[in-house]
């Protein structure tokens, strides 16, 4: 019986999925939530992961398993707390899951472990990649072979902290007409552990090709990129963080620009929002997290996916999470 919609897995918290097909079967990359007590923050504080569990199903129908623990904080010797939302990406037959967490300055970098296995268990670099920060990590395997990284959050990932190129706790936050922060892009080494390019803002513009505004918050980039290829575009899609949609953009290169096209999901239960997108033999599917299991705590989210209709032209049906 289909999963879909439903919590993919329920002994324990799970949320920013990142899916991929690999080996036929679908694998899914998520964070692993850790229950407490503790309050919210706009630091993301309660967001307090450890670990890394892969899931994977044999198809979109199949039951969900889980692979147990792949990679746990004790054993990367960079990291400090808070692994947040990876993904991951085969080359060679090798698989290289990417990951944020704060360093022990406290200061989010990315980190990347390779397997032979897409399940794990993976093993970490010792240090950070060099020159990266912020969060949530999500990588293009382009058909020429070529990889590509893109990232960043604001407010607790720390985005708006590097806009001198350097870390700045105090940095001013773009807001009201200021053009808005876009994610970051760097194209990948061919050994995928570090950059090739020095990384750069993406820029999202609006109908008219203007930048797209901070203040413009049902829009603009706040969090957990993800890039699709369709009939040779590409699509940016990401989270609005404040009010919780996710939205994507077209452009027609891996780095952009890319014009504001729509919305993919209106809001679910919980503050956070973070979606996959991947093809599944000529279907798509919008893996994405609420907080149904908990009945709306933030930081125990859950993963779910549905099906996702994309047009000929690129375009997406909006999906209304709670609706037939
Ligand atoms: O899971 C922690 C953070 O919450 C992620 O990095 C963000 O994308 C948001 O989902």
Not at 255 to 278: A, C, N, Q
Not at 287 to 309: A, M, P, Q, W
Request: aromatic residues 14%; glycine residues 10%; contains cysteine.
């Amino acid at each position: 019986m289909s999963e879909q919609r439903r919590p993919l897995v329920s002994h324990i918290f799970t949320a920013d999925p990142s899916a991929h097909v690999f080996n036929g079967k679908l694998y899914i990359y998520p964070s692993h939530d850790i229950p407490h007590d503790g309050e919210d923050n706009d630091d993301g504080d309660e967001y307090r992961m450890e670990d890394y569990h892969i899931l994977s199903m044999d198809n979109p129908d199949a039951p969900c398993v889980d692979h147990g623990c792949a990679l746990h904080m004790k054993d990367i010797p960079w990291v400090s707390k808070q692994m947040w939302a990876p993904d991951a990406a085969e080359k060679d037959g090798k698989y290289y899951l990417y990951f944020p967490a704060r360093d022990k300055d406290g200061i989010f970098r990315l980190g990347v472990a390779v397997s032979d296995d897409p399940a794990g268990p993976f093993t970490p670099e010792k240090d950070y990649i060099p020159g990266s920060y912020s969060i949530d990590p999500a990588v293009l395997m382009d058909d020429d072979g070529r990889g590509y990284v893109y990232y960043g959050g604001l407010w607790g990932g720390q985005l708006e902290m590097w806009q001198s190129g350097s870390f700045d706790p105090d940095a001013h936050r773009p807001e009201g007409s200021e053009p808005a922060l876009g994610p970051m892009f760097a194209e990948l080494d061919p050994d995928m552990k570090h950059f090739k390019t020095e990384p750069k803002h993406l820029q999202i513009l609006d109908e008219n090709g203007s930048p797209l505004t901070a203040g413009d918050e049902d829009r603009r980039y706040f969090e957990g990129p993800w890039m699709h290829k369709f009939n040779g575009k590409y699509y940016l899609s990401y989270s609005t963080g404040t009010t919780h949609y996710l939205v994507y953009a077209e452009g027609d290169k891996p780095d952009g620009p890319f014009t504001y096209k729509g919305r993919i999901m209106e809001p679910v239960l919980g503050w956070t929002t973070h979606h996959s997108i991947v093809e599944y033999q000529g279907k798509w599917y919008l893996f994405y997290h609420d907080c149904e299991l908990s009945n709306g705590i933030n930081h125990r989210r859950n993963v779910k996916f549905t099906e996702l209709t994309i047009h000929e032209d690129g375009t997406i049906d909006t999906i209304r999470p709670y609706e037939a």
